[in-house]
């Protein structure tokens, strides 16, 4: 035992003797608005839960609570200021305990990740405003519906050294689905892997960019130890069903139940009990409960049981750290369905984050001008709309999976709210200013439309339509090799009957319908195209089911990209996706997640396989050809062998249903979307070389653009890039921002995927005196070199954070 391990017991009060300990972190978990809106969980349960845990903290002084985020601590303490002394007092001596600095337990796949960055520098903010010291090494994520490959990234660039997670791919989870339980874990899962391969809950996850945290995986639920009081079936929401039993041998019997499934898969002394489902009440008596138990049945079992938190449980497994597995997991998918629920949701949170962005840089950039007192106005404008976005990270909001009461009555509002606060600050800082002129007009590719044909001709490609196939496109020439790209149609329109729901796809579940209906190509669509600020605009309208579904295309001479936006109202029931017949043969999707960029099969676990992209996806042949797409939120495509390539375009599946009637307990919000639903995207071909040499990223952000569609528009992100401009090592600048801790700018680069090199920051018009490399919760780590007023940054890894102190003018 080392002197580290050794002092953290003894902290602890576990004896030196005790060969097994087991962990109880006690919480209770939290969802901002899912079924109900924050207001009502508030009055219903949250009032009641941090009453109970504050008045049991004061009765048992050894006792330790847990709250996962800051969310609704932050309303409780707004709520009640006779307690925030005590609160304050808990936080600081480590009673009660932070799961993370997060205002959220966000989702991990959808959201931007510089939204998740602030989403814990907003909550360690907070904390730090109101004079709380804890800055939590941990992260927790216990109903994430998977967990994104590029976490360990993201919580390494956070500072972050722990994690837990539950539901990742292959595992069974009570309630949602009909498949016996002895077929899970699925095969080639993440949950096999560790469950079967690897035999541990405990492993070293590392990211793409090799970044590492360490990881613990509850295998037996978020809420494993809730019934160490209670022999029943029952406990959720404050509702229990089954008999209070506190007494001695019941509490040893759970315990003995609790070692006997973890300690199979525990490769250090150490195994983990994590109590807190959904909005339960804290445990009353529980440390003397367990004093108990240790007291009268440690010395014949030789288990010592005790009440900390997880990140207690972390260090003392960190001591073990050479005995565990390093593993680059991508534990997904666990649910697809999610990836496209409630596009308008996943829009408007792109949209904010984009706005939020680049106001803050354009504000920087118009301070001059302006003056620091009319630029630090702006920042407290955009600060409520900051907070919008970081709440919108939670993993029952972004992902669409609360039901249409909540989404209208609360989520909706709180996002448009968002947006126009942003739009309203926006527009002060570009009058204030100096943008680039707009850029010339394009050139139109050449085109003729006869006999239901469009023929398109431009520098990089020739394509023709066709009204008698749907408006689909029946030939893609690539001119810079003379090859065509299609073997069968393109830009054909699939309708799909979908028994998912808000969480998963039809094809996801025992039971589960997921079936073709049919597509544009089986009928006549109608095309008409016309030239507007040097691009040709072509409109393909088709019917299906009654509905028109509309394909708009824009076409520009000097790119070979083909911009796309789709616009259909879909029946219930009803999934609709957008499918490509190349004629090459994918092996692989490339694409980006939250923190990096990941290689993904065609196939895993359901068929189709879709998988969440980001921005951007590259579906790569054998011989080095491909296609990029990139996606407007939602990104949600699949790929097979034969070259069918496809993405979601809209879904309006209910709720799921298996075998057409029976409801998944797992999943009780129901959500419709009559409405007409929008996705923009953009996909060009791409030659040998990989997602790198063809610079996708930079490509699908400028595609993405409105400029791109219409120059005339002034090109914000333009003018935004030019502030903080990085040279060298594939490194990106994402955001620039004046600190919030501490004095100057901070700059967050991008690098995913690049070998470890060094990048150069300048600032335009302004030198350099000093710099440090911080975390993004904004804490100095190391000083970096200034040589002629910019900056050397190492990149260690895929995201770095660096403070700037900049000469003539304030910080």
């Keep these: 035992m080392t002197p580290d391990e050794k002092l953290r017991r003894e902290r602890l009060g576990i004896p030196d003797g005790a060969e097994r300990v087991l962990f109880f972190a006690e919480a209770s978990h939290w969802d901002p608005n899912w079924l109900f809106t924050s207001d009502e969980y508030y009055r219903w349960r949250i009032r009641r839960i941090l009453d109970g845990a504050l008045r049991e903290l004061a009765q048992e002084p050894r006792r330790i609570y847990s709250v996962e985020c800051i969310f609704f601590l932050k309303m409780y303490w707004d709520r009640n200021p006779d307690k925030q002394t005590a609160i304050r007092d808990l936080v600081n001596a480590g009673r009660l305990r932070l799961y993370g600095s997060g205002v959220t337990t966000p989702d991990v796949i959808i959201p931007e990740t510089e939204a998740l960055l602030r989403d814990y520098l907003l909550g ?93 995986f509850c295998a037996f639920t978020y809420g494993q130890g809730d019934f160490i009081d209670l022999k029943g079936v029952w406990k959720w929401m404050g509702l229990r069903l089954g008999l209070t039993r506190r007494d001695p041998v019941h509490v040893a019997r759970r315990i003995a139940g609790y070692v006997g499934q973890l300690a ?33 049945t440690y010395p014949t079992t030789g288990v010592w049981a005790t009440l900390a938190g997880f990140d207690d449980y972390l260090a003392l497994v960190d001591c073990h750290r050479a005995k565990l597995p390093v593993l680059a997991l991508d534990p997904n998918p666990y649910f697809m369905g999610f990836y496209a629920s409630r596009p308008e949701m996943k829009q408007r949170c792109k949209r904010l984050a984009q706005k939020l962005i680049v106001a803050e840089r354009l504000g920087l950039a118009a301070e001059t001008q302006a003056g620091r007192e009319t630029a630090a106005t702006w920042e407290k404008e955009l600060g409520p709309a900051w907070e919008t976005l970081a709440v919108s990270n939670h993993h029952d909001y972004i992902t669409g999976t609360a039901p249409d009461r909540v989404w209208r009555k609360e989520q909706r509002p709180w996002l448009v709210d968002g947006e126009a606060l942003a739009d309203r600050t926006l527009a002060k800082i570009v009058a204030a200013c100096p943008t680039p002129p707009p850029a010339p007009d394009p050139t139109p590719p050449r085109w003729s439309l006869a006999n239901g044909r469009l023929r398109v001709d431009g520098d990089f490609y020739s394509l023709e339509f066709d009204e008698r196939v749907g408006g689909c496109l029946t030939n893609w020439v690539d001119r810079q090799s003379g090859r065509e790209l299609l073997v069968g149609l393109g830009a054909d329109l699939i309708l799909y009957e979908d028994s998912g729901g808000l969480w998963r796809m039809g094809c996801e579940f025992r039971g589960g319908a997921w079936r073709e209906l049919m597509s544009s190509s089986l009928g006549r669509a109608t095309i008409r195209a016309r030239e507007t600020s040097g691009l040709l605009v072509v409109e393909c309208e088709s019917q299906i089911e009654g509905r028109v579904w509309l394909r708009r295309f824009w076409l520009r001479n000097d790119s070979p990209i083909v911009r796309l936006q789709t616009a259909a ?243």
């Design 124 to 216: 360690q903010e907070w904390l730090r405003r109101n004079g709380m010291t804890q800055e939590p090494r941990v992260a927790y994520f216990p109903d994430d519906f998977g967990m994104g490959a590029g976490l360990p990234s993201v919580l390494r660039a956070l500072g972050v050294d722990y994690c837990a997670v539950t539901r990742i791919d292959g595992m069974h989870f009570g309630g949602s689905d009909y498949r016996p339980k002895k077929l899970y874990p699925f095969p080639g899962s993440s949950a096999e892997t560790l469950l079967k391969t690897e035999r541990t809950l405990d492993f070293v996850w590392r990211g793409p960019d090799g970044a590492e945290v360490l990881a613990h």
């Design 264 to 296: 199979p898969f525990a490769r250090t002394p150490y195994m983990f009990c994590p109590i807190g489902f959904d909005f339960v009440s804290p445990i009353r008596g529980l440390a003397g409960m367990l004093d108990r138990y240790n007291e009268l």
């Design 569 to 811: 109202a879909l029946g219930r029931r009803r999934s609709a996706a957008i499918r490509f017949a190349f004629d090459f043969r994918p092996q692989s999707l490339w694409m980006d997640v939250p923190g990096g960029v990941v290689n993904r099969p065609l196939h895993r676990h359901f068929e189709p396989t879709f998988w969440a992209a980001q921005n951007f996806a590259h579906v790569c042949a054998g011989d080095g050809w491909g296609l990029a797409a990139a996606f407007f939120a939602p990104g949600s495509i699949a790929a097979n062998e034969t070259g069918a390539v496809e993405w979601v375009i809209g879904r309006n599946a209910t709720r799921e249903r298996a075998f057409g009637f029976l409801p998944l307990a797992g999943h009780p919000a129901r959500g419709v979307v009559d409405e007409e639903q929008t996705l923009d995207c953009a996909f060009w071909p791409t030659a040998a070389g990989g997602w790198r040499a063809n610079r996708l990223p930079e490509t699908a952000a400028q595609a993405l653009r409105p400029s791109w569609i219409d120059p005339r528009q002034p090109n914000l992100g333009a003018a935004a890039d030019a502030l903080v401009v990085a040279q060298g090592a594939g490194a990106s600048v994402a955001a620039v921002k004046r600190a919030d801790r501490g004095d100057g700018w901070i700059v967050r680069l991008f690098a995913f995927g690049a070998e470890p090199a060094e990048t150069r920051l300048t600032v335009a018009d302004r030198p350099v005196f000093v710099a440090w490399r911080c975390d993004a919760r904004e804490r100095d780590l190391e000083p970096l070199i200034v040589e002629n007023g910019s900056v050397r940054v190492p990149m260690h890894a895929g995201i770095e954070t660096v403070r700037l102190l900049l000469a003539g003018g304030p910080n």
